[in-house]
């Protein structure tokens, strides 16, 4: 199983639920035929029927078996930074026309979650987790990098899908220092609606004036 699979598979659970789903059902149905059961020369019939009904259950937990533990949190946190750092590598140079040779500072990379409609991705994409550390892990970001050369500040943005590594909606923009009035991080009122339908209220913002 590559990567790409094992963060799908971290996101949407990996968990037996399917495979204790059909073996309680199993379960109830064989309860309540046993309770119906006339003839106790009947009880075999009926349990070969239960272990006939718990196949697909067994086969469930096999291929769960099959696929392997799920990646832990540090893991994730490491795919991500690599696969962020592959998209800001050489892309953000291409886009604008420039080389590495004409960085005068260090580069700063705004990276923020989304879990909202984003114009591009399949919905079912966007995805929530909470690891066992207690923190939100997202699918999707909103990738930002900004580059400093002699004259001016330059800036690439993105939006990418983590679990099919592919990035959209890329922009770019230049800010000439002399117009540049203010950078700060400041926190802000936003009017996202989550996928769970809650509000998100705050968030914590990069603001270039």
Not at 49 to 56: A, N
Not at 64 to 78: F, I
Not at 81 to 108: C, N, T, W, Y
Request: proline share 2%; aromatic share 14%.
């Amino acid at each position: 199983m590559n990567k790409r699979e094992q963060i799908k598979k971290w996101f949407e659970g990996g968990s037996l639920t399917n495979y204790w789903v059909v073996a309680v059902v199993c379960g109830l149905v064989f309860l309540s035929m046993l309770a119906g059961i006339s003839s106790v020369q009947n009880i075999p019939f009926y349990l070969l029927f239960l272990v006939i009904l718990l196949i697909p259950s067994f086969l469930l937990y096999k291929k769960h078996q099959q696929k392997g533990k799920l990646p832990s949190e540090m893991q994730l946190d490491n795919w991500l930074d690599e696969d962020i750092q592959a998209i800001i590598k050489d892309r953000p140079f291409d886009k604008l026309g420039i080389s590495k040779d004409d960085l005068v500072a260090e580069s700063m990379l705004v990276v923020g979650p989304i879990y909202w409609y984003v114009n591009g991705f399949d919905q079912n994409d966007i995805l929530a987790k909470e690891g066992k550390d207690g923190f939100n892990r997202y699918s999707i970001w909103k990738v930002q990098l900004f580059l400093f050369t002699e004259n001016y500040l330059c800036s690439y943005k993105c939006d990418y899908n983590w679990i099919k590594n592919t990035y959209i909606n890329e922009s770019t923009n230049e800010f000439f220092y002399k117009d540049v009035v203010s950078v700060k991080t400041d926190t802000v009122s936003s009017a996202h609606t989550l996928m769970n339908g809650q509000q998100m209220v705050h968030s914590e913002a990069f603001q270039l004036n």
